[in-house]
């Protein structure tokens, strides 16, 4: 995947609401390369059914042959649930412990050895939250960059709903670090989590557009429910860059913004000092460093037309300097740059390519635009857009 655009409702009304959207910001990270990491209990979007034609157990294991009729392949950490086996020992739930050519094992220890079975398996499709406050499931996802022997980067994606009176609300957490258990809990230094949320209540059947890009497997940007002023969210996870805009493996930041009556935004890197010690950089909420004032205040700040030109500014990562600049996240100013306008900078000797919001969960403390109800200028979120590396 380079640039992606979907249409997704961004309020829960029915189950099947619910899997559309959450199974595209799967989706859409499987699309840009990174890996779903064998970690057992993940959210399942999409039953894998399976037909079962044989068991054979080895002491503690016992290993299947199968076919996938309909879903996703099967995936270590995956849990099935199999039925209807000739020898009941050979039933029950089990997390996928290998995989081969056809088969896939299991830690069963009532298991059978009989090559005349005629079971099915399946798993259980996630449940929409019906109150507020809940967790509906994680995933977590690894880079699959040439760095990622260097630096690998763990991404953990929560699926959750609104804490506030609201129980039908689309949002995310996100946080990455360098290893997970096995469990879904990541190990080690982490960035802390990042929660992009809104408080939109679950009776309007509005859909909005949602903006992927992603390239090599370790770097990725999403715009998510950009049209809806209560429930926009924006993340972005990059690598650092050496002076000609190529991935290095020094850092990794992720910027995470959104809201609702709390709406925020900020960024945080991981940096990596030497191949066992990893440090966090300092937090930033609100400001951004950019060439772009990135707090209005109560006046808004003047026109950034030079020359004709709008600026547009990218951001430069806070890790006990100020580093090279991003490649996936600028920052633009309202009025010269208007609402989804695409809009380019020369960067790193290239020019690029962005596409801008003045969503107020996203841009909060930046951009609240007279295009949505606000009189003030201020500035616009933009991520990466074209398909370049």
Known sequence: MAIRQTWTSEVVTSQSAYVAWGSDVSNALAAAGWTQTNDTGQIVWVASVITISAAV??????????????????????????????????????AITGLGTGTFTVTNTNGVSNTGQSGVGTNTVVAAPTAPGQTAGYETWQ?????????????????????????????????????????????????????CYGTQNGTSSQENDYFWYGTQGGNFAAIM??????????????????????????????FGSGG???RWN??????????????????EQYMLPCLIPSDQGTAGVGSTVVGGNAVISPVWPEVGRIANPMRLLAVAHYPEVGEGTIAQMTLYGATQSYIFTANPCICYNMAPTAQYGHAVNGG??????????
Request: net charge neutral.
């Open 143 to 195: 880079s699959n960059d040439a760095l990622s022997s260097i630096f690998p980067i763990r991404i953990r994606v929560l699926y959750y709903n609104s804490t506030t009176q609201y129980a039908a609300t689309l949002q995310t957490g996100w946080t990455i670090g360098t290893a997970t258990d096995g469990a879904g809990n990541l190990l080690g230094v982490t960035t802390g989590g990042f929660w």
């Open 57 to 94: 157990r080895s002491g503690t294991q016992t290993t299947y042959t199968y076919t996938l009729t309909s879903g996703p392949a099967l995936r270590i950490g995956m849990s099935t649930t199999i039925t209807l086996m000739g020898d009941t020992g050979n039933n029950g739930t089990f």
């Open 260 to 262: 609702g009556s709390t």
């Open 266 to 283: 900020g960024f945080n890197s991981l940096i990596r000092l030497s191949a066992t010690t990893y440090v966090g950089g300092p937090w």
């Open 380 to 389: 616009l979120l933009g991520i990466r857009w074209d398909a370049g590396a």
């Open 225 to 254: 429910q950009r049209g809806h002023v209560q429930a926009g969210e924006m993340v972005v996870i990059e690598r650092s860059h050496d002076p000609t805009g190529a991935d290095t493996a020094e850092y990794v930041t992720i």
